[in-house]
């Protein structure tokens, strides 16, 4: 039985290897930004001439150990910690995609990240409630990789949707860089309608700050709430007409 002999351009398609080695802040960006370097080695196949890298960050929550302070703010996503064996499931981050200049063996590049206060969503939830330890991040890779074949001509493959990697961020990083940008104050988004009934009422209480009103309407809520007695308060109580 005669054997096919395979012609190179069918064995030389390169073969991608990512891995995150750093993370710090961007130090000079408009709005908070993470910035991961990120290393991309080659094995077989020709030069690279270009690779349009698409990179997907997701937060990886069962793979790490959580405090009573964080068990308790993390109950909102989760549910109660009896619970998380089947609820935590990785938490979509953000997702990036960049051009990636020529290389032979390898290179490295960074990935921008830019970190919203937005309370809203489920990430900055997560991430408020972590202050200590590490956060662990998976960076899941796919796009098209340009490359030289053995004839000479510009050819493409598809990166493999299984390269991936891992990072364990400090968890302080995202906090130092926030607080650094909006200095302990947090965002909180408003409709406008419920925007001018709030500065309705800071007007006429008279009230100096934003922070004085929302104190103000808490204050009100909790005093309602202490004189309003609770369903075990009245169960044994007597009925009156």
Do not use: N
Not at 32 to 42: A, M, N, V
Not at 92 to 107: A, E, K, R, S
Not at 133 to 138: G, I, Q, S, Y
């Amino acid at each position: 039985m005669s054997v096919r002999e395979v012609p190179a351009s069918e064995h030389a398609i390169p073969d991608l290897t990512f891995a995150v080695t750093s993370a710090e802040p961007e130090r000079f960006a408009a709005v908070p930004t993470l910035r991961f370097g990120l290393e991309i080695s080659r094995t077989g196949g020709g030069p690279i001439r270009s690779v349009s890298l698409t990179t997907a960050i997701r937060i990886d929550v069962a793979r790490r150990r959580y405090d009573r302070g964080a068990q308790q703010a993390l109950i909102e996503l989760f549910g109660e910690p009896e619970r998380w064996g089947s609820t935590m499931r990785p938490l979509p981050w953000t997702q990036t995609t960049l051009v990636v200049p020529p290389f032979d063996g390898g290179t490295t590049v960074d990935l921008r990240v830019p970190c919203t206060c937005d309370t809203e969503l489920a990430v900055t939830k997560y991430l408020r409630a972590v202050r200590d330890a590490d956060v662990p991040l998976d960076f899941l890779f796919s796009g098209t990789v340009f490359f030289d074949a053995a004839d000479g001509r510009l050819r493409t493959a598809q990166i493999s949707w299984a390269k991936d990697t891992t990072w364990q961020l400090p968890a302080g990083l995202w906090h130092g860089l926030i607080d650094r940008y909006f200095a302990g104050s947090p965002w909180l988004r408003l409709s406008r309608d419920s925007y001018d009934r709030l500065d309705a009422y800071r007007a006429r209480q008279v009230l100096t700050s934003w922070d004085d009103t929302v104190d103000s309407l808490l204050e009100q809520a909790g005093s309602r709430s202490r004189e309003t007695p609770t369903t075990a308060e009245t169960a044994g109580a007597p009925w009156t007409p």
